[in-house]
């Protein structure tokens, strides 16, 4: 199983992201795709969390209204789009799976990860 994370960088205060999330290795219809993020000496966050089949959507309320989780089943992907982005958004976001369907913001219930890119906002 494999988790591939892209779409990181830099940007200004209001700009926007899109960061991917490329799933392979087994068919994830069934499970619960996240976000996470962690900032330098700060413990990883939930940031928001569908669920692939029937496309619910969870979020953290520091990202509620800016960010926007979807998926393309087709494509096996998973996107997160980050608007109006402030500058303590600045972390390294990772994108998981779990397959147990509860616990969604507890980055200790996700079974398989990605490595991680880089988000950085400058003010």
């Known amino acids: 199983v494999q988790l591939q994370a892209s779409g990181g960088g830099l940007v200004q205060a209001g700009g926007s992201l899109r960061l991917s999330c490329a799933a392979s290795?087994?068919?994830?219809?069934?499970?619960?795709m996240g976000w996470f993020r962690q900032a330098p000496g700060k413990e990883r966050e939930f940031v928001a969390a569908?669920?692939?089949?029937?496309?619910?959507?969870y979020y953290s309320d520091s990202v509620k209204g800016r960010f926007t989780i979807s998926s393309d089943n087709a494509k096996n992907t998973v996107y997160l789009q980050m608007n109006n982005l402030k500058p303590e958004d600045t972390a390294v976001y990772y994108c998981?799976?779990?397959?147990?369907?509860?616990?969604?913001?507890?980055?200790?219930?996700?079974?398989?990860w990605g490595q991680g890119t880089q988000v950085t906002v400058s003010s």
């Open positions: 998981a799976a779990q397959g147990r369907l509860a616990y969604i913001r507890d980055s200790g219930q996700y079974d398989y």
């Open positions: 290795g087994r068919t994830f219809s069934s499970y619960f």
């Open positions: 569908i669920r692939w089949s029937a496309g619910s959507t």
